[in-house]
């Protein structure tokens, strides 16, 4: 069977933010505390799905704290945001890379608003080794919504049995099983590679399970 990887990118390939990028970006939004990060969670699901750009996110996330950005302050925002979410973990860059060079089918299904896209798209070529982008802000889906997934079968034209879905989350990977895809919640590199097996080409989980 030729299967497809499809992989998750923050918390799986991206680092999640760091504690220095996330005081960075309170910081800037001059807010600290749970409030704060209330706020920037519960708005999040249309800015990732590309319902609004970066500069109404943050102007919504101040209507939610009770105060205002100016201008400034919102591009400054924008430019926190991307830098806090901007790390890359280069162990999982070079599995991409050898997956790609073994002639592995693999995609990409990512929560991402459209200018952190353009940051990566601007700054990682390695992107340009899978064969399908599913990008939140692009698509108008954002996981763990059932239409993510599905703009990826449309796109890579697979059976669900045939893909194995690789995420951080939990609940992500249990949206994909309910679908019929294979899963793997990642831990490690190193976890995912005794997954793949020798020369990250080693076959996957069978539907429906989580290894």
Partial sequence: MDEILLFDMFGVIARHQSPAGRERLAGTAGV???????????????????????????HLVAEALGTR?????VTALVEADIA??????????DLIGE?????????????????????????????????????????????????????CLRALDAAPGRILFVD????NVDAALALGMR?????S?????????????GSVAGPGTVR
């Fill in 32 to 58: 600290s505390g749970d409030a704060f990060w209330e706020a920037y969670w519960a708005l999040r699901p249309p800015y990732d799905s590309g319902g609004v750009n970066g500069p109404r996110y943050w």
């Fill in 69 to 73: 950005f100016g201008p400034e302050r």
């Fill in 84 to 93: 806090s979410w901007s790390a890359v973990d280069a162990e999982m860059v």
């Fill in 99 to 151: 997956l790609a060079a073994a002639g592995r089918r693999i995609a990409l299904l990512s929560n991402i608003p459209e200018e952190l896209a353009v940051h990566y798209e601007r700054h990682h070529p390695w992107l340009s080794h899978f064969e399908a982008l599913g990008l939140s802000c692009r698509i108008g889906h954002a996981k763990p919504a059932a239409g993510a997934y599905a703009w």
């Fill in 168 to 171: 951080d989350r939990q609940e």
């Fill in 183 to 187: 899963g793997h919640r990642f831990t």
């Fill in 189 to 201: 590199p190193a976890a995912l590679r005794r997954v793949l097996g020798p020369a990250s080409g």
